[in-house]
């Protein structure tokens, strides 16, 4: 068996095997976890995590052949953080933090350079998966050749930089180093020379608020020696008591042993309390307390109080939710002579179904396969489905929380039903319940399913809608789009795009039903791909760009590449119209496409009428 196919086969076995949305939940609490701790005493630090991704469990497995004769050893970094320290000496501080907290396996691999030689400082440790938080993983144990632990990397923030480079350039290349430098070896003492320069930033910055606290400490700056001696977050507010500052001006001795405390020490103290809010009195309280034990000192410092960290420990209150419509569509199916009523009402209905059991699937496995009446509830989810075929009345109820958003409830309702004017009827709502004051990063969404009943059945406002533009190119379509703009019984709003001219000199040309899209001033057919099963999309010919001004009744004064929205008559809204100008000073807020060659402010003006589209959909 090929290399490849070994690797094909592995991967296949870690995705059964390992159940990755669990793992990252597990992954996500053991960080804060870790987090919580490094907060408590105040270190500065900033903290990144992973899972392992198939591909790279594969890799490693292949590589390293864990699990083997030649090596028996399992993989130990299945789950991977990362913890990015602004001073070096917190490294040990770290380490040992880590060790007291986590049950360790083997000892810390750290860097090992010799006297004349550079290296990137980093410490790593592994540990066992703290079973309090493991319990979320419900899924059997693997059989692959990977233990339960996760890997912890510290490095300083100088080196943080180099290691990304490293790690891409060095440690994944197929190469020898001295392969890899062959021929540069200028180059590989130039990369010395860096290293050097970045451990000797580590040392000196440490050096240099060593020195700043003496300083501090002999011109009797007593705040400012304490903040630069130990280094930890502080709140901004954060005053030594005046009774206090008046005892160390009075006896510079009881300062004197305070500067002399060590900062790993401090530390400890911190670690002991209870979410604690970093401050000068509670430095000096914590350093009498253990290791000074001056009365005056402590008769000061019983008096104040301990001030609790409220971001770390504030009480969960309740909130209210703010509902919001995320897409909303009634309207008629499309009847063809061909098809019976019936058909048509079991193939729209069996459409839906099959979305809600596929969606489902993995909560509610007794759903039968084929298209009924179905019921069930479970903690988090809800379904109800009424089918009744001998009425023609189908309903889709569903409510379910956000698997990823703590706190959002999803309401999800769709129906097909036969109504007394022989016409079937479409009805679907999706709306989101979120606290208040939440992050609402979805602000619209439609669901997949609309794409097959638009292609397998279709949608009906007056004339047919689906993701196509439509063409006026005759008298006789200009006639019958005049008809249906002003039509009362439409309820979709309809974009109409005039042609600007019938040449372009762009490369590249998009051709539509012989036209070429760069000839007008935005592409319908794309526009129509996105907003075209809730909204009508038509593209004029040049030819028809006068009359279309004059029978409009929008005050349109250039017809050519212009751009108008109608909306329903019983919006009674006037119609949006937009210049060839408009489009052509368009821009992106945020521009996802600032190196592409293609034309940017078409894209641009695109994106803002689907904005525009979307919104409608949702507040009406």
Not at 97 to 115: G, K, P, V
Not at 232 to 241: A, F, G, T
Not at 269 to 276: F, I, M
């Amino acid at each position: 068996m090929r290399d490849d196919e070994k690797k094909v086969l592995l991967q296949q076995q870690i995705e059964q095997e390992i159940d990755f949305d669990k793992l990252t939940e597990f992954c996500e609490h053991l960080t804060d976890a870790v987090q919580e701790i490094f907060r408590s005493c105040g270190l500065y630090f900033r903290i990144f995590s992973r899972v392992k991704s198939t591909d790279s469990i594969a890799n490693k497995l292949i590589r390293r052949q864990y699990g083997t004769e030649q090596n028996p050893k399992k993989l130990q970094d299945l789950i991977g953080i990362r913890v990015v320290l602004y001073y070096y000496d917190d490294l040990s501080i770290c380490r040992d933090i880590m060790e007291s907290t986590f049950q360790m396996l083997d000892h810390w691999s750290r860097t090992n350079a010799t006297a004349n030689e550079f290296k990137a400082t980093k410490i790593n440790g592994v540990f066992r998966f703290p079973s309090e938080y493991f319990k979320v993983y419900k899924k059997d144990m693997w059989t692959l050749p990977i233990d339960t632990t996760f890997e912890i990397q510290f490095r300083t923030v100088f080196f943080e930089g180099w290691h990304e480079i490293e790690h891409d350039m060095r440690y994944k290349s197929l190469l020898s180093d001295n392969e890899f430098w062959r021929g540069s070896e200028e180059l590989s003492r130039i990369l010395n020379c860096i290293l050097a320069n970045l451990e000797l930033s580590d040392w000196s910055l440490v050096q240099l608020f060593e020195q700043l606290s003496y300083n501090h400490y002999k011109n009797a700056n007593w705040e400012l020696m304490l903040k630069s001696k130990f280094r930890i977050h502080m709140d901004d507010n954060s005053e030594l008591d005046p009774a206090i500052l008046e005892l160390f001006d009075r006896d510079k001795e009881i300062a004197k042993q305070f500067f002399k405390c060590k900062r790993k020490d401090l530390i400890r103290e911190l670690l002991k309390l209870d979410a604690p809010q970093p401050s000068y009195n509670l430095i000096v309280k914590l350093l009498n307390d253990s290791k000074i034990h001056n009365e005056e000192v402590a008769a000061i410092c019983d008096k104040l109080p301990i001030i609790r960290d409220e971001k770390m420990r504030s009480r969960s209150h309740f909130a209210r939710l703010d509902s919001a419509v995320l897409f909303h569509l009634e309207t008629y199916l499309l009847h063809k002579e061909v098809r019976s009523l019936a058909s048509e009402f079991t193939n729209a209905s069996n459409i839906i179904y099959k979305w809600a059991r596929f969606k489902l699937n993995p909560v509610f496995e007794d759903m039968p396969e084929e298209l009924c009446s179905y019921q069930n509830k479970l903690p988090g989810y809800q379904l109800k489905i009424d089918y009744r075929p001998e009425d023609m009345t189908f309903s889709m109820k569903l409510n379910h929380i956000d698997s990823k958003q703590i706190g959002t409830l999803w309401h999800i309702h769709s129906s097909v039903a036969m109504l007394s004017d022989d016409k079937l009827h479409f009805y679907h709502m999706t709306s989101r319940d979120m606290p208040h004051g939440a992050s609402h990063q979805i602000s619209f969404s439609k669901p997949s399913f609309m794409n097959d009943l638009s292609s397998k059945v279709g949608f009906v406002d007056v004339v047919r809608l689906g993701t196509k533009a439509q063409f006026i190119t005759t008298p006789e379509d200009f006639t019958s789009y005049c008809e249906l703009v002003k039509d009362p019984n439409r309820h979709l709003p309809l974009i109409a795009i005039v042609q600007q001219n019938t040449q372009s000199s762009a490369e590249g040309s998009e051709f539509t039903d012989g036209y070429d899209m760069n000839t007008f001033t935005i592409n319908g057919t794309r526009l129509a791909k996105v907003v075209g099963q809730y909204a009508h999309v038509v593209m004029i010919d040049q030819s028809l760009a006068t009359p279309f001004a004059d029978k409009m009744d929008a005050n349109i004064r250039e017809p050519y590449g212009c751009i108008v929205i109608f909306w329903p008559e019983e919006q009674k809204r006037t119609p949006d119209i937009f210049t060839k100008d408009d489009v052509c000073h368009a821009e992106f807020d945020f521009n996802r496409f600032a190196f592409h060659d293609n034309n940017i402010s078409e894209k641009a003006f695109r994106h803002k009428l689907v904005q525009v589209i979307k919104d409608d959909n949702v507040n009406h």
